[in-house]
């Protein structure tokens, strides 16, 4: 399922694809594709395409973790964030089999802390995913522990209809572009 719904974003999404790519790169200078170093499955380090929505340069952190965020996110940048549509590349990470379409979005390679939980809960055994059962209660305004609760959650109730509830609230998500913080 995710081999065949990974190749259908690809394909239907290439157009959008393609025109959020080159307005990436009109806005600023540097590379439409952020590949940002990410923590998958068992905590093996995998890269994983992100439209850039920072300015070059930016510091390698969590958005979270930036004395002054807003210095770094470009305008394009904001908007794509907010409708999670610099997410869009990671199609190609599950066709590759480091992500799955539903589970526990991939940490990054620098989140001890989160890594650290996910592992001691069990949560590390699952291939990460474009979106997830955090993503859908609470998104950017939870604390890790309660992310890493929900990710529990997920684990101890995976099931296909889970999934697709899961990827309706995305979409959802996005529209409204709820719980995003940067």
């Known amino acids: 399922m995710d081999i065949a719904g990974g190749l259908a974003g690809l394909i239907l999404l290439s157009p959008l694809l393609l025109g959020l790519g ?5 806005e600023s200078p540097g590379p439409a594709l952020h590949w940002s170093r990410r923590v998958g499955r068992f905590n093996r380090i995998f890269a994983m395409p992100k439209f850039r929505t920072m300015r070059t340069g930016a510091p390698d952190v969590a958005t979270h973790l930036l004395s002054d965020p807003e210095q770094w996110i470009t305008p394009l940048g904001r908007f794509l964030r907010r409708t999670s549509l610099d997410e869009i590349p990671q ?20 989140q001890d802390d989160l890594v650290a939980l996910r592992t001691t809960a069990g949560v590390d055994a699952l291939r990460p995913g474009l979106t997830g059962w955090a993503q859908i209660n609470g998104r950017d305004e939870l604390p890790i522990p309660e992310k890493v609760k929900l990710d529990r959650e997920y ?7 889970l999934d697709f509830k899961i990827m309706a609230g995305t979409a959802w998500a996005a529209v409204t572009g709820r719980g995003v913080s940067h």
């Open 155 to 161: 684990l101890e109730r995976m099931s296909l209809s």
């Open 91 to 110: 199609f190609w990470s599950v066709l590759k089999g480091d992500m799955s379409l539903v589970g526990p979005r991939p940490a990054l390679f620098n």
């Open 22 to 26: 080159l307005a990436v790169r009109l």
